[in-house]
T-cell receptor, first 113, second 112 residues
Framework: KNQVEQSPQSLIILEGKNCTLQ??????????LRWYKQDTGRGPVSLTI?????NTKSNGRYTATLDADTKQSSLHITASQLSDSASYIC????????????FGSGTRLQVQP | TAGITQAPTSQILAAGRSMTLRCTQD?????MYWYRQDLGLGLRLIHY???????GKGEVPDGYSVSRANTDDFPLTLASAVPSQTSVYFC???????????FGQGTRLTVV
């Protein structure tokens, strides 16, 4: 069964600090990996997307990395802000006829002043 | 641009009743999806549609049905709601290249 596992489940950091969220996946065959940000009560919004040939992608203070050999990805947030408080979801796309999205359960990040 | 819109935003429904969750997108995306999100679990695919006129079952399709009469609309119907269908439902759409998926704001459904 295809799976996407994220760690930690939740994280509390102080404003201005950096943090790194982890994603391990067993989805195969792999098409692409995305990180989404989901604010409370809202739908997920895409932060980054990487194909298997890419190993890093940045979007402002967010930097995602991908190791397709070990099937691991990370999302690094630099100089965190209060507005970064949200759930961060790792999503892997199967390279199949219907290209289903497989979601991790997310990491809940809380940035405190 | 509206993007993708869901209605209603929230609903309390008596068990045994039927309900249709609406989803409309104005991006002319071919593919549309319905997910449910439960505490501690990732979004799980209920049904999907790769193009107008076609639908398929996802990971948790039981108790739900969908239709795709045109490109823009993808309603989700609960024929006879049960308490285990209490959840937050998200509709999403993507273009043919599937490089980006856009989500609606969600519908919070409580079945009592």
């Amino acid at each position: 069964k295809n799976q996407v596992e994220q760690s930690p489940q939740s994280l509390i950091i102080l404003e201005g600090k950096n943090c790194t969220l982890q994603c391990n996946y067993t989805v195969s065959p792999f098409s692409n990996l995305r990180w989404y940000k989901q604010d409370t009560g809202r739908g997920p919004v895409s932060l980054t997307i990487m194909t298997f040939s890419e190993n890093t992608k940045s979007n402002g203070r967010y930097t995602a990395t991908l190791d397709a050999d070990t099937k691991q990805s990370s999302l690094h947030i630099t100089a965190s802000q209060l507005s970064d408080s949200a759930s961060y979801i790792c999503v892997v796309t199967l390279e199949t006829g219907r290209r289903a999205l497989t979601f991790g359960s997310g990491t809940r990040l809380q940035v405190q002043p | 641009t509206a993007g993708i819109t869901q209605a209603p935003t929230s609903q309390i429904l008596a068990a045994g009743r039927s309900m249709t969750l609406r989803c409309t997108q104005d991006m002319r995306h071919n593919a549309m999806y319905w997910y449910r999100q439960d505490l501690g679990l990732g979004l799980r695919l209920i049904h999907y549609s790769n193009t107008a006129g076609t639908t398929g079952k996802g990971e948790v399709p039981d108790g739900y049905s969908v239709s795709r009469a045109n490109t823009d609309d993808f309603p989700l119907t609960l024929a006879s709601a049960v308490p285990s269908q209490t959840s937050v439902y998200f509709c999403a759409s993507s273009d043919s290249s599937n490089t980006e998926a856009f989500f609606g704001q969600g519908t919070r459904l409580t079945v009592v």
